[in-house]
C-alpha cells in the first residue's frame, strides 16, 4: 500500500463533494479563532501567574485539530493532546470551562484534579490525555476494540506527535489495530520538532503514514494548515473504519509556531522557517479562501470575529469566579468504586 498525498480543497464544488455547506465553513472558521484565542488568553494568564505548572500550545495546529473533529461523528470518541485544543472547542467544551482546567478550578473538566493541559470529557467523547506520549494510543485502540466486540458504528481517534511516534505504545497499538482491522484512525500532528529534535533526526523514512503499509493499513499525508483537506481525508478515514474498512494512518503535517512549552524559546528552530510557515498560517490561509470564494463578506467576517471576542471575554470572568477545589474533597472523583462500574467484575 503506498502512502497517498491529499490533495489540497481548493473550490466550493469539492467543498460540496465532502459534505459541507457554508454555515459548517463558518463554524470551522469560528473554531479555529476560538482555539487561539483561548491559548493567547492562556499565555496572559500564565504571565499573571494564575496558571501552576507549565503551560502548552498548539499555535498553527488549529486547522488540523478543528477538521478532523469535525469529521467525527456524535458517538465516536477521542484522545486529543496538547497541540489539540481545536477538537476540544469543536466537540463543545465550553472555553470558560477550559479557562478553569487552565487556572485548576472547580468548573474544569478535572475539577482541579489534573495538569493545566490535561483535559478531556467523557460525555463529549473526549478522554484525557496523560503525558507519557503516546500513551492513548494504546487507549484509542481498546475502544476501538470494545466497538468491534460490541458491533457498534462507532470510530476511536486517536493522535500523536511525530517524536511520539517513535515510541513502542504508537507500534503496539497500531499493530494490534491492524491485525483485527479496528474502527480507529490515527493521526500523528507532524510539527517537524521532538522538542529540539528536528524531523530528519527523529524518523528513516521519507513520510510517517509510510509506516501505515507495514500495519496492513492506509496512509496519507496532509497539508495540516488546510483545514478543508485535513477534514476531507479525516472523514473518508473515519467512514472507512466505521464501515468495516479498518484503521487510516492520517500524516498532518504542519509546524510548532512556539516553543515546546513556555519555558522554551524555541531558539533551536531557523529563523526562515519560522517565517515560511508563518505565511502558512491555518487561520490566514483559510480566512483569505472564504473571502476569495466568496463564502464570507464583510458582515460574516464581523460577525464571527466579535462573537468570539465577546464569548472569550465572557468567558474568562466566568472562569475568574469558579472556586478552588476543597482539598476536603482531593479524591472525589478520582477513584471509582466497585458499584459504580457498569460491568462489576468482582462479582
Known amino acids: 500500500m503506498a502512502v497517498r498525498e491529499a490533495e489540497p480543497v481548493e473550490t466550493l464544488q469539492q467543498v460540496k463533494d465532502a459534505g459541507l455547506d457554508r454555515e459548517d465553513l463558518l463554524e470551522i472558521y469560528r473554531n479555529m479563532l476560538i482555539t487561539r484565542g483561548i491559548e493567547e488568553r492562556g499565555h496572559i494568564l500564565y504571565k499573571q501567574g494564575k496558571i501552576p505548572g507549565s503551560f502548552y500550545t498548539g499555535r498553527g495546529n488549529e486547522g488540523s485539530a478543528v477538521g478532523v473533529a469535525t469529521a467525527m461523528g456524535p458517538n465516536d470518541v477521542g484522545t486529543p493532546l496538547q497541540r489539540d485544543m481545536g477538537v476540544h472547542v469543536t466537540r463543545g467544551v465550553e472555553p470558560w470551562r477550559i479557562f478553569a482546567q487552565y487556572m485548576g478550578r472547580e468548573d474544569g473538566p478535572t475539577r482541579g484534579r489534573d495538569g493545566n493541559v490535561h483535559m478531556g470529557d467523557a460525555r463529549l467523547g473526549l478522554h484525557t490525555m496523560v503525558s507519557h506520549l503516546p500513551a492513548m494510543l494504546p487507549v484509542a485502540v481498546g475502544m476501538a476494540l470494545a466497538f468491534k466486540i460490541r458491533d457498534e458504528r462507532r470510530v476511536a481517534v486517536a493522535w500523536c506527535g511525530e517524536g511520539a511516534s517513535a515510541r513502542g505504545d504508537a507500534h503496539e497499538g497500531m499493530n494490534l489495530a491492524g491485525v483485527h482491522r479496528l474502527p480507529v484512525v490515527f493521526v500523528i500532528d507532524n510539527n517537524q520538532w521532538a522538542y529540539s529534535t528536528p524531523s530528519h533526526l527523529e524518523y528513516a523514512v521519507e513520510h510517517l503514514a509510510d509506516r501505515a503499509a507495514a500495519y496492513g493499513f492506509d496512509g496519507v499525508v496532509v497539508d495540516g494548515t488546510d483545514p478543508l483537506a485535513v477534514y476531507r481525508e479525516a472523514k473518508r478515514a473515519i467512514e472507512k473504519a466505521r464501515e468495516g474498512g479498518g484503521p487510516t494512518l492520517i500524516e498532518s503535517v504542519t509546524l510548532r509556531m512556539e516553543g515546546h512549552a513556555v519555558h522554551d524559546d524555541a531558539f533551536y528552530v531557523p529563523k526562515e522557517l519560522f517565517e515560511e510557515w508563518a505565511r ?68
Open 280 to 347: 502558512r498560517d491555518p487561520i490566514e490561509r483559510f480566512r483569505s479562501w472564504l473571502r476569495d470564494t466568496g463564502s464570507m463578506g464583510d458582515a460574516d467576517e464581523e460577525e464571527v470575529t466579535a462573537g468570539v471576542k465577546r464569548l472569550l471575554h465572557e468567558a474568562l470572568q466566568r472562569a475568574e469566579e469558579s472556586p478552588v477545589p476543597d482539598p476536603a474533597t482531593v479524591t472525589d472523583g478520582v477513584f471509582a468504586t466497585p458499584d459504580e462500574l457498569e460491568t462489576p467484575h468482582h462479582r
